[in-house]
């Protein structure tokens, strides 16, 4: 359960699905609460027959839930490719980036803006799931970019000093950055 929205899971049975609907129904009356079908959704296992997928459907009236629905931002379920799935969490810093009149920053701006906002958008995927390695290095390749040359687009262009370096506390000479590799094992440390 989170806020409003609840996942009920149950065996795909006509018998159990309608013991759900009825307890759903019961609460309705209760609390004067209404379920929203439009924005109810149903998945099933692999295993599910078709006849026993159509059954239930109708019995709820919900639609199939598809791989483009998000809760709370975060996909539902996965492809094979966990960076495909993970890639819209890299696409949102880079469309942040593009959006800034990054030329007219100094590097204290793009500083202050990398620390503050770039982190935080990636802050609640990074602490619900592992993401893979590749998105992490390429989330950590746009920052890198945009904090050296005001630009994410850029190919090549001239560091004078280690990123590693940077990232280094404060306190050690660096600047702070966070790796986003470190940063999403720190968050996810939290639910082990």
């Given at each position: 359960?989170?806020?409003?929205?609840?996942?009920?899971?149950?065996?795909?049975?006509?018998?159990?699905?309608?013991?759900?609907?009825?307890?759903?129904?019961?609460?309705?009356?209760?609390?004067?609460?209404?379920?929203?079908?439009?924005?109810?959704?149903?998945?099933?296992?692999?295993?599910?027959?078709?006849?026993?997928?159509?059954?239930?459907?109708?019995?709820?009236?919900?639609?199939?839930?598809?791989r483009d629905d998000k809760f709370l931002g975060c996909p539902l379920l996965f492809s094979k490719s966990k960076s495909r799935d993970f890639n819209y969490v890299l696409e949102n810093i880079k469309a942040r980036l593009s959006g800034w009149r990054s030329r007219l920053l100094s590097q204290a701006g793009r500083t202050t803006l990398i620390k503050s906002v770039i982190s935080s958008i990636p802050v609640y995927t990074m602490s619900t799931f592992l993401l893979p390695k590749s998105i992490c290095e390429a989330m950590d390749s746009v920052v890198r970019k945009f904090w050296w040359v005001g630009s994410s687009d850029k190919t090549h262009f001239l560091t004078r000093t280690n990123w590693d370096s940077l990232c280094n506390p404060r306190s050690y000479g660096g600047l702070g950055f966070k790796k986003f590799r470190t940063f999403n094992f720190a968050l996810v440390s939290k639910l082990g």
């Open positions: 359960m989170y806020a409003d929205d609840t996942f009920l899971l149950c065996k795909a049975e006509s018998l159990e699905v309608f013991k759900v609907k009825e307890c759903l129904d019961l609460y309705c009356s209760w609390s004067g609460q209404q379920l929203n079908s439009n924005k109810s959704a149903l998945v099933f296992t692999n295993s599910t027959k078709e006849d026993a997928r159509t059954e239930i459907t109708n019995l709820l009236g919900f639609r199939l839930l598809s």
